[in-house]
Nanobody
Framework: QVQLVESGGGLVQPGGSLRLSCAASGSIFRINAMGWYRQAPGKQRELVATITTGGSTNYADSVKGRFTISRDNAKNTVYLQMNSLKPEDTAVYYC??????????????WGQGTQVTVSS
């Protein structure tokens, strides 16, 4: 069974920083793209950033220049470094990965979500 476990959320003041981590575990054969999405209260889930196995990245316009996505393929882990945080970044952040497991083939997996609150 494959699962994604996130950590690193919390409460931070405007202008502050947080680093999110997401580790994939289980019967993993291969991981393709990994990424972060977020969902604010009353809004739809939106893409924040994605990264391919080779390190190519894609960011939402709202976070460009402030957030950095990275991954450690040896640890099956993706990170999101968030700097210059704004109140509008407040949301539940979800990790996503396309994973081929030993038993189910390719499918999309989601983490349980971690709350990020930016407030003074």
């Amino acid at each position: 069974q494959v699962q994604l476990v996130e950590s690193g959320g919390g409460l931070v003041q405007p202008g502050g920083s947080l680093r999110l981590s997401c580790a994939a575990s289980g019967s993993i054969f291969r991981i393709n793209a990994m990424g972060w999405y977020r969902q604010a209260p009353g809004k739809q889930r939106e893409l924040v950033a994605t990264i391919t196995t080779g390190g190519s990245t894609n960011y939402a316009d709202s976070v460009k220049g402030r957030f950095t996505i990275s991954r450690d393929n040896a640890k099956n882990t993706v990170y999101l470094q968030m700097n210059s945080l704004k109140p509008e970044d407040t949301a539940v952040y979800y990790c996503h990965a396309d994973i081929s497991s030993m038993t189910t083939g390719w499918r999309a997996y989601w983490g349980q979500g971690t709350q990020v609150t930016v407030s003074s």
